[in-house]
Structures are given as C-alpha cells and as structure tokens.
C-alpha cells in the first residue's frame, strides 16, 4: 500500500522526543495539583504524536485504513505537577510485531526536567471494517521496526513491565 497521504520525514531520535504539552487548569483537582485521570490523557496525546510519525493517526482511520487501539496501559507517578506546568513527554518503543507496538511514555517537568511520570501502553492494529486484529500497513511496520531498532539502544526503563502488587508480609 503507498500512503495516501505524505508522511512526515522519520524521526530516529533515541527517545522520540516530540510531545510537549502543558497542565490545563481544568486538569487540577481538589488538592492543587494534576489529577490521576488527566495523566493518562497527557500521555494519549503524546501516542497521538507519535502516531503520526508512524502513519496511523487519525488521517489513517479517516480515510479506513485501520485503527489502533489500547489493549493495556499501566502507569507510575513520581512526583506532582501543578497548573500551567510544562510537559515533556519522551516516547521509546519497547517492542514491536505485526500486529502490536509496545511503547514507554515518560512525562518530565517541562522547565525542571525531573521525571513526573510514566505510562506504558500496548496498542493494537486493528482492522477498520472487521475490528479484529490485522497486521500494520507495509510503510507502518518499516517506520516501527526502524524506530524500534534505534530505541534499542536505549536502557530498559525501571518502571517497564511492573505489576501492580502489595508485599507479602514475612
């Protein structure tokens, strides 16, 4: 399949680096500072941003190619951010096949730079008419695995693959 649309030129940077973004007033709650929930819809937009260097954003379900959904996201929160805070928020892709991509957002004080949380999410390609799952389009599996193979040099991220869990007593 060639693209019905222009690509944006393929960015190999180790993270992906794109996504900026600020805390919205009405993202603030009762206790001054950015709500779980909201969290979650920073770190989607930042896999809006990074859906579109891969050719899967919302032109791609427009014009019914496929869609992309969530099947699983865990998230981690390490320090609050308050209104008007600056977001920038790091993608690295932590594995890919034909079918999924397994990605690590990790969202830092856009002014400070310390690490305010992160989010991990496995998306799946899904067909547009069928909605099960197919395989990507030819130009999205050559963008993945060239993404996928830069971030390969990257360390894996403490907070990759964790369960949630209480210790067992001794």
Same mark, same amino acid.
């Given at each position: 399949?060639?693209?019905?649309?222009?690509?944006?030129?393929?960015?190999?940077?180790?993270?992906?680096?794109?996504?900026?973004?600020?805390?919205?007033?009405?993202?603030?709650?009762?206790?001054?500072?950015?709500?779980?929930?909201?969290?979650?819809?920073?770190?989607?937009?930042?896999?809006?941003?990074?859906?579109?260097?891969?050719?899967?954003?919302?032109?791609?379900?427009?014009?019914?190619?496929? #869609?992309?959904? =969530?099947?699983? &996201?865990?998230? +981690?929160? $390490? !320090?609050?951010?308050?209104?008007?805070? *600056?977001? %920038?928020?790091?993608?690295?892709?932590?594995?890919?096949?034909?079918?999924?991509?397994?990605?690590?957002?990790?969202?830092?004080?856009?002014?400070?730079?310390?690490?305010?949380?992160?989010?991990?999410?496995?998306?799946?390609?899904?067909?547009?008419?069928? #909605?099960?799952? =197919?395989?990507? &389009?030819?130009? +999205?599996? $050559? !963008?993945?695995?060239?993404?996928?193979? *830069?971030? %390969?040099?990257?360390?894996?991220?403490?907070?990759?693959?964790?369960?949630?869990?209480?210790?067992?007593?001794?």
């Amino acid at each position: 399949m060639n693209f019905p649309y222009p690509l944006p030129p393929l960015d190999l940077s180790a993270p992906f680096d794109r996504h900026r973004a600020a805390v919205r007033p009405e993202w603030v709650d009762g206790n001054g500072h950015m709500n779980v929930g909201y969290y979650l819809v920073a770190f989607d937009h930042a896999t809006d941003t990074i859906s579109e260097q891969l050719g899967i954003d919302w032109r791609y379900v427009e014009r019914g190619l496929g #869609r992309v959904f =969530a099947l699983e &996201a865990h998230l +981690t929160f $390490e !320090r609050e951010l308050l209104a008007g805070d *600056a977001l %920038r928020i790091t993608t690295q892709i932590l594995g890919q096949d034909e079918k999924r991509a397994q990605l690590f957002h990790a969202m830092y004080h856009g002014r400070d730079g310390f690490l305010a949380a992160t989010n991990e999410v496995m998306l799946l390609h899904v067909g547009f008419a069928t #909605r099960r799952a =197919a395989p990507w &389009a030819a130009e +999205t599996r $050559e !963008r993945l695995a060239a993404m996928a193979a *830069a971030h %390969r040099t990257l360390p894996r991220p403490a907070q990759a693959g964790r369960a949630i869990a209480l210790r067992r007593p001794r």
